[in-house]
């Protein structure tokens, strides 16, 4: 099992941006996928954006155009940046590689004027 850490939430006011990182506590190089997910209250988890071990990125069309997910091969980390936030973006970040491992904490992004 991969060990995530994620960091960098916090409250922002619309429009504002974000950058969430993602810690691995093993080399990142050959997991094939690594994702963000995220989590509103009373609402399913989502996958909001994933990259592949080539660099090949997908998202969920709410954030098209808005989010960039990235990846340091050198220092295990994944990055979620966020821009033009708005509060539907509030939710409880997290990440994960697939097949999922066992969730950690995430963080909190809230956004709100």
């Known amino acids: 099992q991969v060990q995530l850490v994620e960091s960098g939430g916090g409250l922002v006011q619309p429009g504002g941006s974000l950058r969430l990182s993602c810690v691995a506590s093993?080399?990142?190089?050959?997991?094939?996928?690594i994702a963000w997910y995220r989590q509103a209250p009373g609402k399913a988890r989502e996958l909001v954006a994933g990259i592949t071990s080539g660099g090949n990125t997908n998202y969920v069309d709410s954030v098209k155009g808005r989010f960039t997910i990235s990846r340091d091969n050198n220092k295990n980390t994944v990055y979620l940046q966020m821009n033009s936030l708005k509060p539907e973006d509030t939710a409880g970040y997290y990440c994960?590689?697939?097949?999922?491992?066992?969730w950690g904490q995430g963080t909190q992004v809230t956004v709100s004027s």
């Open positions: 994960n590689k697939l097949p999922n491992d066992p």
């Open positions: 093993v080399s990142i190089f050959n997991i094939k996928a």
